[in-house]
């Protein structure tokens, strides 16, 4: 693969699959190392994950916004399995740029979530259109 697309990066380096399998056969440590990342714009996916828990509906709706921001997820996590790099020295410098990545999806699927949410909330103002109004 790699003579075919001349690429120069980890991700093509022999042995990725082995890499991979290594990290992923204790996947307790993957994740706590992913999870010392800094990431950016943490409030958006919170914001997100409300939504979805208020309003589960909402995932079948944007499904393939859903799915795109999925997809995206897996191949961040595949090149953090299998980088030739130390996978802590790798979370450290990336987690936060390749959040900030999908900040925009996730925000935007949150904000269409949030816009179906307040199609269910009751009206705050009631209709006055009967009422007189007191003469002072």
């Known amino acids: 693969m790699r003579l075919v697309a001349a690429a120069t990066t980890d991700v093509f380096e ?3 699959a082995s890499r991979a ?3 992923l056969s204790d996947p ?3 994740l706590t190392t992913l ?3 800094r990431f950016e714009r943490i409030e958006l996916w919170l914001i997100l994950a409300l939504v979805l828990a ?3 509906a ?3 709706r944007e ?3 859903l799915g795109v921001l999925g997809l995206q997820v897996l191949s961040y996590l595949a090149v953090y399995a299998g980088t030739v790099n130390d996978l802590a020295w790798h979370v450290q410098t ?3 740029r390749i959040s900030s990545h999908l900040a925009p999806l996730v925000g935007i699927v949150a904000v269409l979530g949030i816009g179906e949410l307040m199609k269910l909330a009751p009206a705050s103002v009631p209709e006055r259109e009967n009422e007189v109004e007191p003469e002072t």
């Open 58 to 60: 909402v995932a079948k």
């Open 63 to 65: 499904r393939f916004l």
């Open 54 to 56: 208020l309003r589960p």
């Open 35 to 37: 999870a010392g990342g």
């Open 21 to 23: 399998g290594e990290r």
């Open 94 to 96: 990336s987690v936060g």
């Open 28 to 30: 307790a440590a993957f």
């Open 14 to 16: 022999g042995g990725f």
